[in-house]
């Protein structure tokens, strides 16, 4: 079964600091990059990084450029968003999904989603 699962989510005060984590099973998973999309109540889905398959190249979201840093670890089947100084406005429903070969803003390109981890950044 073709599966990816976040965690790491939480509360923290804005400036702190979190790990998401999206781990993988049942597929190649080098074949695959990993985006980052998040969803805040009442606004639309935005992609917020993607990670090449050899995790090489990374794709950022502007408004994130210089506080988050992904990565990962093949062995792993593992790919990680470090977060820092988180601000209120970063506060969503975090998801990673999986995707052949190329990163896309598009999350309709994605075929594999997870459950979603919340991130709350309070004030």
């Known amino acids: 079964e073709v599966q990816v699962v976040e965690s790491g989510g939480g509360l923290v005060q804005a400036g702190g600091s979190l790990r998401l984590s999206c781990a993988a099973s049942g597929f190649t998973f080098d074949d695959y990059v990993i985006g980052w999309f998040r969803q805040a109540p009442g606004k639309e889905r935005e992609g917020v990084s993607c990670?090449?398959?050899?995790?090489?190249?990374?794709l950022y979201l502007d408004s994130v450029k210089g506080r988050f840093t992904g990565s990962r670890d093949n062995a792993k089947k593992t790919v990680y968003l470090h977060m820092n100084d988180l601000k209120p406005e970063d506060t969503a429903v975090y998801y990673c999904?999986?995707?052949?070969?190329?990163?896309?803003?598009?999350?309709?390109?994605?075929?594999?989603w997870g459950q979603g981890t919340q991130v709350t950044v309070s004030s």
């Open positions: 990670i090449s398959t050899s995790g090489l190249s990374i």
């Open positions: 999904a999986a995707k052949q070969y190329s990163c896309v803003n598009n999350g309709l390109l994605y075929a594999n």
